[in-house]
């Protein structure tokens, strides 16, 4: 039994720091001149297709896809780097975060060629985007019990049922849905379930808005009716979607999304005390070090994840740690402000914070509940 | 775009400790004694010293051995996992380098410790004065930093012992009787981060083994006809164990690092060592309060060994400047103008 998650420290080449430096100098460009304005939750919040497109112009949308499909061949640590910086800043990244992160991924691993050539290139320069559909009204965390039926017809399927959370499908086009491809076989509750790629103006495709508390659309749910998906257009093998979604998980997990959402908001408050405007607060210090020695293991299981090692726990560690820092700015950065104060130079940090204290509660949730996570670890540990 | 990215490695890999070297360690350290039947106080193991001796492990980082602070750092964490009664974080990298930086006589069979004086030569919570031959002395003179290598026969001791049990001595010299020598003020700035980082490791280590003392106990424990690592509240609270024992270490790693690239710049040693210093002093809530709760009553008794892998995680994690201290040092360097907090702690090449 081994109990001691392995530490793993690794350093940056001198190429992929010269790479921070090259997207550094691009987004204090971008912000200097109104490109954008640093936000909370970018990845999720801030839609922007020409800054999407500005990205890819610099080669850093599709970073990993290989030339010969409109990508660029580059690693994975190359675009985990680019996302860091990217993220880091606060830049809008909404629009191509799904097909950048997950879809260009997905398709070199299990698309078909032509899928790839259909799809791969647009992705790559910012004019396609996609959103993704896994969970259901009834079907939250557990996905295997997904109801959405994918029946067999003439030259394709048909899809019936509903995807729920789904990130920016209003203004997708794209849509990658797991469905139940076969009848649920209680003994093999994750058999049977197949990947669709789905035409988002496809006839019988009912896409409504789903508003969040902080009043912002992003999600939606999308209801499916008798929806026609041609053969060509089913995703890696049929019944292969469970192992299909799951083994991308890790990258998922363990990526910077889970530990930057707020940092634009730590380092304002970092500005706000050079300024005067706050008083020196330790929490500052210590939330700061919690983000750096996450950083530091996120970077070392992108490392492993890269050369093949196997780094589940650690990626759930990541998420689990991530995430609750993620919400800790928020929660610091609200103690610290007061409303009623006009001049106090705080006026950026207070609109900041309200956005982040709203966008909170969904750190902790997205992508799989701190508390399946635990559950993930626990597994690793052997306690289960 | 930057081609002479294309093909190159991606990342370095940091040196990592020899893999003998690694098991060596965890051999020896595996004979420790700890603490006596029934005794809250820990005695210098002098046999698991002798062997350290033995095998040119009490000066891992002396010049003569070429080793450097990956090694100490192995060498720590294990000491920590095993709860070792060695001053072997005193000997090496605090005395003994203070000792060769000031370029004083040096007997590598000398035990010693080490410490900072006030003006009347005075310091308090002296780690192992008592149980060792010599106390390298540090004190601020008008002309600067000066070191005296202090028998401990010369030393006025007020015994004392620290939260696990460790002496942790008031000492008092006689500066006038002793002979010293210069060391500069970044070899002080050095010897203060050696210590701090000294003890993140050994905690680092200790984590390691609360995690594991845990995750045995929970598989082995029967409560309502199932072992408590069943219920998922316990593994809640293993796992939380698990997380913060392995951020610990990610930031005690990357803090060996810097210091293990050598002092070229003491200002990026400082940062890593202070964000080690953070991680490591709130990780220890976590592991220790969890690790305690998950043992039930029988955790917090004498009889237990629990309570000598949480102990000194509580001791070391307010030596050296406490949590706090550390966490307001790190606001003080966010806080310098012009600072931005996220390329200040992730470094480009330029810009």
């Not at chain 1, 994918?150 to 209003?170: N, Q």
């Not at chain 1, 003994?187 to 049977?192: L, M, P, V, Y």
């Not at chain 1, 930057?260 to 405007?277: I, K, N």
Request: with cysteine; proline share 4%.
């Amino acid at each position: 039994m081994s109990f001691a998650p392995a530490a793993h420290h690794v350093q940056e080449s001198a190429a992929l720091r010269a790479l921070r430096a090259e997207v550094r100098a691009f987004l204090r460009e971008e912000i200097a001149s109104g490109g954008f304005v640093p936000a909370v939750d970018c990845w999720l919040n801030s839609w922007d297709e020409a800054f999407s497109r500005r990205l890819a112009a610099r080669g850093w949308l599709g970073m990993t896809i290989p030339v010969e499909y409109g990508g660029h061949g580059r690693t994975f640590l190359e675009r985990f780097v680019v996302t860091e910086e990217l993220l880091a800043a606060g830049a809008p990244l909404a629009a191509h975060w799904i097909s950048d992160r997950q879809i260009g991924p997905s398709l070199m691993k299990f698309g078909s060629e032509e899928q790839r050539r259909k799809l791969l290139p647009g992705i790559a320069t910012g004019q396609v985007f996609f959103a993704i559909g896994m969970s259901e009204p009834d079907s939250g965390s557990d996905l295997a019990s997904v109801r959405t039926k994918a029946v067999r017809t003439d030259g394709g399927w048909h899809l019936t049922g509903s995807k729920i959370w789904t990130s920016g499908a209003h203004r997708s086009h794209w849509f990658i849905v797991l469905a139940r491809s076969a009848p649920l076989d209680p003994e093999h509750r994750h058999a049977g379930l197949s990947q669709f790629i789905v035409a988002l103006d496809s006839p019988g495709i009912d896409i409504r808005p789903i508003v969040s508390m902080n009043g912002h659309h992003h999600f939606n749910q999308v209801f499916f009716d008798n929806v026609f998906v041609p053969d060509a257009m089913l995703l890696g093998r049929e019944g292969d979607g469970w192992k299909q979604v799951t083994s991308e998980l890790s990258y998922e997990r363990s990526g910077p999304e889970r530990l930057l959402s707020t940092v634009a908001v730590l380092s304002e408050m970092a500005s706000a005390t050079q300024r005067g405007d706050l008083a020196p607060d330790p929490e500052l210090g210590r939330t700061f070090a919690r983000i750096m020695a996450l950083h530091q293991m996120s970077v070392s299981v992108a490392d492993a994840l890269s050369s093949g090692r196997p780094t589940d726990q650690e990626a759930a560690i990541v998420k689990v740690l991530g995430t609750a820092t993620e919400g800790d700015v928020a929660e610091l950065a609200s103690l610290s402000v007061a409303t009623g104060q006009a001049d106090d130079g705080l006026a950026r940090l207070r609109d900041m914070t309200a956005t982040a204290l709203l966008s909170r509660p969904g750190f902790t949730l997205r992508g799989g509940t701190n508390e399946i996570l635990r559950g993930v670890i626990a597994r690793g540990l052997g306690l289960r | 775009m930057d081609d002479a990215a294309h093909g190159a490695p991606p990342m370095i890999e940091v040196p990592r400790i020899d893999a003998q070297l690694e098991q060596t360690l965890e051999q020896v350290f595996s004979t420790a004694a700890g603490l006596g039947e029934g005794s809250t106080d820990l005695h210098f193991d002098r046999v698991l010293w002798s062997t350290l001796a033995e095998l040119g492990l009490t000066r891992l980082t002396s010049a003569a051995t070429g080793a450097g602070w990956i090694e100490a750092a192995g060498l720590l964490r294990a000491a920590g996992r095993h709860a070792a009664a060695v001053p072997v974080a005193e000997n090496d990298v605090l005395a003994g380098w203070l000792i060769e930086q000031a370029g004083l006589p040096d007997d590598p069979s000398l035990i010693r410790t080490s410490c900072v004086v006030d003006a009347f030569g005075a310091a308090a919570d002296v780690p192992w004065a008592s149980a060792v031959d010599r106390v390298a002395v540090l004190r601020e003179s008008a002309d600067g930093w000066r070191v005296a290598d202090v028998p401990v026969a010369d030393v006025a001791l007020t015994r004392g012992r620290d939260l696990a049990g460790r002496p942790t001595d008031g000492v008092r010299i006689d500066l006038a009787k002793h002979a010293s020598a210069k060391i500069s003020a970044e070899s002080v700035r050095a010897y203060d981060l050696h210590g701090a980082l000294a003890r993140a490791v050994q905690s680092a280590g200790a984590m390691e083994r609360l995690l594991a003392m845990s995750g045995q106990y929970v598989t082995e424990r029967v409560q309502f006809g199932r072992a408590l690592a069943k219920f998922q509240a316990i593994q809640h609270l293993v796992a939380d164990i698990a997380s913060e024992t392995a951020l610990a270490n990610a930031a005690v790693e990357a803090a060996v690092f810097e210091m293990a690239s050598g002092h070229g710049s003491l200002d990026r040693v400082e940062l890593a060592v202070a964000i080690a210093r953070s991680v490591v002093g709130h990780a220890a809530s976590v592991t220790v309060r969890n690790a305690h709760q998950v043992h039930g009553a029988i955790g917090t008794t004498l009889e237990h060994r629990l309570h000598e892998y949480t102990k000194p995680i509580l001791a070391w994690r307010g030596e050296f400047g406490s949590v706090r201290e550390w966490d307001a040092r790190l606001t003080a360097m966010l806080s310098r103008p012009g600072v931005d907090l996220w390329s200040f702690g992730v470094p480009a090449d330029r810009g």
